[in-house]
């Protein structure tokens, strides 16, 4: 069944990871994902290629998530498809719909946890800080002015393997719920335990969850992930046991030699694709 969304935006942001080939993902996906809502593209200007507090290109991402905001709060959607681009480029999203759902569960579908700060990041890159933006205590100049920011219990990591040593304490301090590969190929349902069913979930997909022998085709493999039909089961089980909000597909790069039939699955399990007949 296909997802119905009020939204999408194709974001061809590859300054977070600082990685030009993620850039082409946002086209490719537009091209495999029929079109279902409004489809917006948006424009991601070359702004200086410098640091500033911490976090490379940040004058791009800034300006950037700040026309998502303007697109967003004109239209003011309650679902949202983003079609990446790196992983800074559903912030404006993720927090849109963190405002309209207070209810909220995220699920962080990715090799990394997302949680640096400007102060502790040991890249500077956005890309690793947007989980701990929406969090509410990224770069200002990223982080919502709106409203109130995403909780620590609403999160739930999937597939996480590569943690800075901050990343691991923040979510031990915090309590974070975090789901390992083999747990999450094991028994896709104990990602949703203790979530209510019918409620609004969000769903980041970062495509280097995936063990890099199968999904190559990304910004940052990662060894050590669980297969492509254990993530497409897992997010088939999120998608089944929630009223989905808002899903972001990020960190494709697509130049990368790869079999398409392997992104074709997870947009399938997503929703964004028809399943195949027969
Ligand atoms: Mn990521």
Redesign the pocket.
């Known amino acids: 069944m296909i997802w119905q969304r009020d939204v999408d935006l194709v974001v061809p942001l590859w300054q977070g990871?600082d990685d030009v080939r993620v850039a082409a993902g946002a086209g490719a996906l537009a091209r495999l994902v029929p079109t279902h809502a409004e489809r917006l593209h948006i424009a991601v200007s070359e702004g200086p290629r410098r640091a500033r507090d911490g976090v490379r290109n940040l004058d791009t991402l800034a300006q950037t998530t700040r026309r998502m905001r303007q697109r967003l709060d004109h239209r003011n959607p309650s679902r949202i498809l983003t079609l990446g681009g790196?992983?800074a480029c559903d912030l404006a999203a993720a927090q849109h719909l963190t405002r309209r759902h207070p209810d909220l569960t995220v699920y962080?579908v990715?090799?990394?946890?997302?949680l640096n700060t400007p102060a502790q990041s040991p890249s500077g890159l956005a890309?690793?800080m947007?989980l701990r933006t929406l969090l509410g205590e990224g770069h200002p100049d990223l982080t919502d002015p709106a409203g109130p920011a995403l909780r620590p219990d609403q999160i739930v990591l999937a597939g996480v393997r590569d943690l800075d040593p901050p990343e691991r304490s923040y979510i031990s301090a915090n309590a974070v719920t975090a789901v390992e590969p083999a747990r999450l190929a094991d028994a896709p349902d104990h990602l949703t335990a203790g979530r209510r069913a019918g409620s609004p979930a969000y769903i980041?997909l970062?495509l280097?969850?995936c063990e890099p022998l199968e999904m190559p085709a990304v910004a940052?493999p990662t060894p050590g992930g669980p297969g492509v039909a254990a993530v497409a089961r897992a997010l088939a089980a999120v998608a089944a046991h929630h009223r989905i909000a808002g899903v972001a597909v990020?960190?494709y790069a697509p130049v990368i030699e790869h079999g398409e039939q392997r992104i074709a699955d997870l947009l399938e399990a997503l929703g964004l694709l028809e399943r195949p007949a027969g």
Do not use: K, P, Q
Not at 110 to 114: E, K, R
């Open positions: 990871g790196d992983c962080w990715d090799a990394h946890g997302d890309h690793g947007a980041h970062d280097d969850v940052v990020t960190e």
